[in-house]
């Protein structure tokens, strides 16, 4: 088995992988930046609740190195899959500020009469957007999930992610979502092209079988799993998605593999 320390570039997940909620995850700033002195790191999010600008702020204040640049969103991803295919656009958004400032920055008009519902975590959701997202779908709108996660791991547990917002607009009115985020295409091949490293050479780690491991399955990376957030290994048992290996959490991933005293991965 290749050693997921000896690769070119790491795509990290944040939640369940670098914090826990709020909390940051004991050793995850120092193995970040470790892993930064020798490979290229972008940090990979089915989280739309911040924009790219905030997400890098909040990890440089943790004590990551990090720039806007080094970090994709699945609202981002959105952003650019319809600016990309459809240029600037009418967008009904059902999520946070971080999706709408991303939806914004590409150009996006948003409206409640739209060409296009996106839908991310979105902590006051109500009737009112789920009807306004309802009729702009059965009227024609495209309607496009972040992420269909069902939970998210904080430091008090897990709570509802997107995928139960996505699943109540389904639901109403029978049209199945186009899913930007992990483990599909879109965020990926967005991903792999800021990157600029070829799949192979690349290592995902994150803390979810059906998101970040099959992605990385998918798309033919090296794929870690850490245990220090939505998985344990009594779910790694009885899951069909196999990661390339299983690391209590990102700092162990570099000191299992002989990384902890040596300044190369």
Do not use: W
Request: proline residues 4%; hydrophobic residues 40%.
């Amino acid at each position: 088995m290749k050693n997921p320390t000896a690769m070119k570039a790491y795509i990290l997940d944040i939640d369940g992988v670098i914090y826990r909620g709020s909390e940051v995850i004991e050793g995850s700033v120092d193995a970040v930046n470790r892993l930064m002195d020798c490979a290229e790191v972008i940090f990979l999010t089915n989280n739309s609740t911040r924009s790219r600008a905030n997400v890098a702020e909040r990890l440089s204040a943790s004590g990551i190195r990090c720039a806007e640049d080094d970090v994709i969103t699945a609202g981002y991803a959105a952003s650019r899959y319809i600016r990309e295919r459809y240029g600037a656009s009418t967008v009904y958004p059902i999520g946070e500020a971080g999706l709408i400032d991303e939806l914004e920055a590409a150009g996006h008009t948003i409206s409640e009469d739209a060409d296009f519902v996106v839908v991310g975590l979105d902590r006051d959701f109500n009737y009112e957007k789920l009807r306004i997202g309802h009729r702009n779908i059965v009227c024609g709108a495209v309607f496009i999930a972040t992420n269909t996660d069902p939970v998210l791991p904080t430091e008090n547990g897990f709570v509802p992610g997107a995928g139960a917002i996505v699943s109540a607009i389904e639901t109403a009115s029978g049209v199945p979502p186009l899913v930007i985020g992990k483990p599909n295409q879109p965020i990926l091949e967005i991903a792999l092209e800021h990157i600029r490293v070829p799949a192979s050479e690349c290592t995902i780690v994150g803390d979810c079988l059906g998101t970040d491991i099959l992605a990385g399955i998918r798309c033919g990376m090296r794929a870690a799993l850490v245990l220090s957030g939505k998985e344990t290994l009594e779910s790694v048992r009885r899951s069909e998605i196999t990661p390339d290996s299983v690391f209590e959490n990102l700092s162990s991933l570099l000191r299992r593999n002989g990384a902890a005293g040596d300044d190369r991965c």
